[in-house]
C-alpha cells in the first residue's frame, strides 16, 4: 500500500493539497518510514474499514477435517440437521446413481480410471498422510520462523539491547552530576589546602624576618653593652695612679689577714 499511496496525489487530511511525493524505498530514512506507516495503518485500519464482516485473513494452524479421505467433515456438518447423521452418504450415492441413470456420467473404458483415482489418494492419506502433514507442518513452522519470528525475536533483541544501553547513559548522565559535584568539592579542597599553605609559608617567611630583626636588635644592644663595660673598664683603669693600686693592694691584703685570723680564732 506505501507505493501506490505515495505515487498518488493524497494528503493525510484526503486533499488534494501537498500531495504524497515519491520517495525511492532505499533512501527512506527512519522518521520517513515511521511515518508512512502510520498513514497507511490509519487507512487501512481507519474508521471505514468493517472489521465485523471482514476480518483480517489468517491463516488456520492446520488443515481441515475430511471424511472418507477426501470430503471435507463441513459438508457433512452443513447436512446433519438436515438429513440427519447418513444423509450426505445418501446424498452421494443418490447424486451419483442419478448422474448414472441420466447418462452424465457413463460408465466406459476410462471410467474406472476416477474411483482407481481418489482410490489411490485415500490410500496415500491414509497410510501416509500423517506422515506428510507432520513434513508441511514442520516446513512451514521453519519457514514462519526463518522469515517472521527469527527477525521479530531479533529485533526485539536489538531493542532491548538499545533500550539497556540507553538506560545505562541516562544513568552515566545522571551519575555526572554527583561526579560533578565530588569533583568540584576535590578541587575546592585542593585550592584550601594550597591556600593554607601559602599562609603557612608567608607566615613562616614572616617570623623569619621577625626572629632576624629581634636577633639584631639583642645583637647591637649587647655590642653597645660590651662596649660600654669595656669603655668603663680601660678608663677606670687609666685613672688608677701607681700608689694608689699599691694602698689598694696593702689594703686588700690586710683585709685577708683580718679575715684569716678570725677564721683561727674560731677555730
Excluded at 73 to 100: D, I, R
Excluded at 119 to 143: C, E, P, T
Excluded at 147 to 156: D, E, F
Excluded at 172 to 191: D, I, S
Amino acid at each position: 500500500l506505501m507505493r501506490p499511496l505515495q505515487m498518488i496525489g493524497l494528503c493525510r487530511s484526503g486533499c488534494a493539497e501537498e500531495p504524497l511525493r515519491y520517495i525511492p524505498p532505499k533512501s527512506f530514512t527512519k522518521e520517513q518510514r515511521m511515518e508512512q506507516w502510520e498513514y497507511v495503518n490509519s487507512i487501512y485500519f481507519g474508521p471505514e474499514r468493517d472489521m465485523k464482516n471482514f476480518p483480517n485473513p489468517s491463516q488456520p494452524e492446520s488443515s481441515p477435517a475430511v471424511r472418507v479421505g477426501i470430503i471435507p467433515a463441513s459438508w457433512f456438518n452443513f447436512l446433519y440437521p438436515k438429513t440427519g447423521v447418513t444423509g450426505p452418504f445418501a446424498l452421494g450415492g443418490g447424486l451419483a446413481l442419478f448422474m448414472l441413470s441420466k447418462e452424465i456420467m457413463v460408465i466406459d473404458h476410462y471410467f474406472w480410471e476416477i474411483p482407481s483415482f481418489w482410490g489411490a489418494v485415500w490410500f496415500v492419506n491414509h497410510k501416509f498422510g500423517h506422515q506428510i502433514r507432520n513434513y508441511f507442518d514442520s516446513q512451514l513452522k521453519l519457514k514462519k520462523e526463518i522469515i517472521y519470528s527469527r527477525p521479530i525475536n531479533q529485533m526485539k533483541a536489538n531493542c532491548e539491547e538499545a533500550i539497556r544501553f540507553c538506560e545505562k547513559k541516562i544513568e552515566e548522565t545522571e551519575t555526572a552530576t554527583h561526579l560533578y559535584l565530588a569533583k568540584k568539592e576535590n578541587v575546592e579542597l585542593q585550592l584550601e589546602a594550597a591556600y593554607r599553605q601559602r599562609l603557612l609559608a608567608a607566615y613562616q617567611e614572616v617570623k623569619k624576618r621577625l626572629d632576624y630583626e629581634t636577633a639584631r636588635s639583642d645583637l647591637v644592644r649587647k655590642f653597645e653593652q660590651d662596649h660600654m663595660v669595656d669603655w668603663i673598664e680601660s678608663n677606670v683603669t687609666k685613672s688608677i695612679t701607681p700608689q694608689q693600686e699599691q694602698e689598694s693592694i696593702q689594703s686588700c691584703i690586710r683585709a685577708l689577714k683580718k679575715l684569716a685570723a678570725k677564721e683561727n680564732v674560731s677555730k
